[in-house]
T-cell receptor
């Protein structure tokens, strides 16, 4: 069984479009995250949620809006996509906050043309 | 905020040699230091972690050392194998909330591309 899953795996879209990425974890974890990995492989936190509540919003543009309908799901909606949004987006979860192992999803490669 | 510097950015070794990757951090309150391995096209996966109350931790061919005074920690891989080839990330975080949940964030280093030649 997949612990942390994301859909879609690949997303190719044009500038100005709106897109969503979905994430689900079946580990019973309380905390979920979104990370962005750029072309240089740098991993940077975007958001973290604990039990459906937003904990960290790491100065991400307002065009990015996370939503957590329950503690097993954390979705990411992006409005008005820009070229600079092209990256791999990883969802992750951990048992109870940041001092525990984070389990990453397979990633969503977003390409904006 | 926390800043994590990782060196070297690339490391090439022969199979059987040892590999060492070093990281420094800026926030003296950081207390959790994990290492993640990311194979090409795959997700990052935890390989070892250390907390600030411990100076060294080993798991088979992998070890991590922590020097809190100097604010640096290192990953040591002995008897390297071709399957150790990957990008390795160090990270640091601090507890930022009360109770059993720490609400801080994990700050990653820039990554080290390790290549092990057969």
């Amino acid at each position: 069984d997949t612990a942390v899953s994301q859909t879609p795996k690949y997303l190719v879209t044009q500038m100005g479009n709106d897109k969503s990425i979905k994430c689900e974890q079946n580990l019973g974890h309380d905390t979920m995250y979104w990370y962005k990995q750029d072309s240089k492989k740098f991993l940077k936190i975007m958001f973290s949620y604990n039990n459906k509540e937003l904990i960290i919003n790491e100065t991400v543009p307002n065009r990015f809006s996370p939503k957590s309908p329950d503690k097993a799901h954390l979705n990411l909606h992006i409005n008005s996509l820009e070229l600079g949004d092209s990256a791999v987006y990883f969802c992750a979860s951990s048992l109870a906050g940041v001092s525990y192992e984070q389990y990453f999803g397979p990633g969503t490669r977003l390409t904006v043309t | 905020g926390e800043n994590v510097e990782q060196h070297p950015s690339t490391l090439s070794v022969q199979e059987g040699d040892s590999a060492v990757i070093k990281c420094t951090y800026s926030d003296s309150a950081s207390n959790y230091f994990p290492w993640y391995k990311q194979e090409l096209g795959k997700r990052p996966q935890l390989i070892i972690d250390i907390r600030s109350n411990v100076g060294e931790k080993k798991d088979q061919r992998i070890a991590v050392t922590l020097n809190k005074t100097a604010k640096h920690f290192s990953l040591h891989i002995t008897e390297t194998q071709p399957e150790d080839s990957a990008v390795y990330f160090c990270a640091a975080s601090r507890r930022a909330g009360g109770g059993g949940t720490s609400y801080g964030k994990l700050t990653f280093g820039q990554g080290t591309i390790l290549t092990v030649h057969p």
